[in-house]
């Protein structure tokens, strides 16, 4: 989940492109997503996938609600509200929490190109969250945050697009940090006028002096992940576009291997 939100940041902008350009972007745009995630194992400190032990399994489900808002031409608001539940099973035991999780509030400018088939995007993001950890399952590390970022898009073609993404992420009360660096990139491509396909990869290294392992996947604070996505999406109608998505984990160190599934909506408000 930790980079679920950086995955459709990156979409919806690059959407934005797609024989579009930025200055056509609507003034409102919802994305309602439901994903599901299972873990069975973790990829060890040799990197290696290790059973989580003792009949454990980690199991989350993530409902958010993202949106852009247009403040200018170039110049968008970001805002991210997600209600979790993350339920911890061992020998038999199951411990489940459900809350609110991180709130991401930001901004996001637009750099186009003349011709409309490129542009550079800049982002800030503050994230704080709405719970705390008082009893485990937790939902996140409990820490407000910073983050950066730069999103580079291009269309190779008129039906297809790339987009590469960076992002520097902060976490600010605790010692530990953690300090997180991802990278991501996008591919499109246009069926036909109603489907689409995206592919995706990315890559996350987060750096913690908290190097532990803990069955609670959300709070691991050291570690190395990547992950493969792809998705398929099919316009209903003018303002309605709904997505199936799956996702892999194909490597990592000190962190969970997970099955994930999720559908999503991008809805453009007039």
Known sequence: MKFF???????????????????????????????????????????????????????????????????SKRLDLLANIPIMNQRLTTNGVLASKTGIGDISLGVAYHFPSTDLTKFLTLKAVFIFPAYQNTISPYLGYGEKAIQLGAIYSLNPTEKTYLAVEGNYTRYLDEVSGPTQYFISGTFGCNLNDFEKLTFNFSHQLSRSSDNSFNTN??????????????????????????YAQLTLTPYGYNAGSSFSFSIYAIIKMP
């Open 5 to 71: 939100l950086s995955f459709i940041i990156t979409f919806i902008f690059t959407a934005n492109c797609f024989a579009t350009g930025p200055v056509k972007r609507k003034r409102v745009q919802l994305i309602p997503t439901y994903s599901y995630s299972r873990s069975n194992n973790y990829f060890d400190k040799q990197g290696q996938i290790t059973p989580l032990g003792n009949n454990t399994h980690y199991v989350s489900h993530y409902l958010g609600l993202y949106s852009t808002i247009l403040l």
């Open 217 to 242: 996947l959300a709070i691991n604070k050291d570690f190395v992940l990547g992950k493969l996505s792809a998705a398929y999406g099919r316009r209903i109608s003018r303002m309605v576009t709904p």
